[in-house]
């Protein structure tokens, strides 16, 4: 488990926010979170998440590097783009259009870094909230055991997370 002080400097490496039709050309590996753009608190099971934070995700290399990942939620294929439709027409009170939203990332040196940090945040999220992310399918229990954590296992708190995200 990386030290608190080392997701801290990662965290402080995140780029600026972008509205999710815009694209970027780095083709690194990376870790990204997407929002909604006015920060709007989304309910979670064990408190509210102020941050309105929607998904966390990770991209590869090259062809599946974040420029991949910036184009596909730009063009709507990204499955968050696609669940945000979704949830527009089977729930008019929460119709959210993408230009709602927007995503930041953090770019890293590899996949597997890629995969252990999205790991990561998913499972502060988690352990906060007792819950994922709205639009993230992933089960905990594949990230717990991906990872090898445990109940024992630390992270920043989410809203350490949040607040460094949102700086």
């Not at 064990?46 to 995700?57: A, H, N, P, Q, S």
């Amino acid at each position: 488990m990386p030290s608190h002080d080392a997701a801290r400097a990662l965290l402080a490496q995140r780029t600026a926010w972008q509205l999710l039709d815009a694209t970027t050309d780095d083709d690194r590996a990376a870790v990204y979170f997407v929002r909604t753009t006015d920060g709007a608190p989304i309910a979670r099971w064990k408190g509210t998440d102020r941050g309105g934070f929607i998904y966390i995700g990770m991209a590869g290399l090259g062809s599946t590097g974040m420029s991949r990942r910036s184009e596909e939620l730009a063009t709507g294929v990204h499955q968050v783009v696609q669940r945000l439709e979704i949830l527009g027409r089977v729930c008019p009170a929460m119709k959210t259009q993408t230009p709602k939203c927007q995503y930041a990332f953090i770019p890293l040196a590899g996949p597997a870094e890629a995969s252990f940090w999205e790991s990561y945040f998913l499972f502060s999220y988690h352990r906060y909230f007792a819950d994922r992310p709205p639009l993230n399918r992933r089960l905990e229990q594949d990230i717990i055991a991906h990872c090898g954590w445990g109940a024992s296992d630390e992270t920043l708190a989410w809203p350490e997370v949040s607040d460094l995200l949102l700086k």
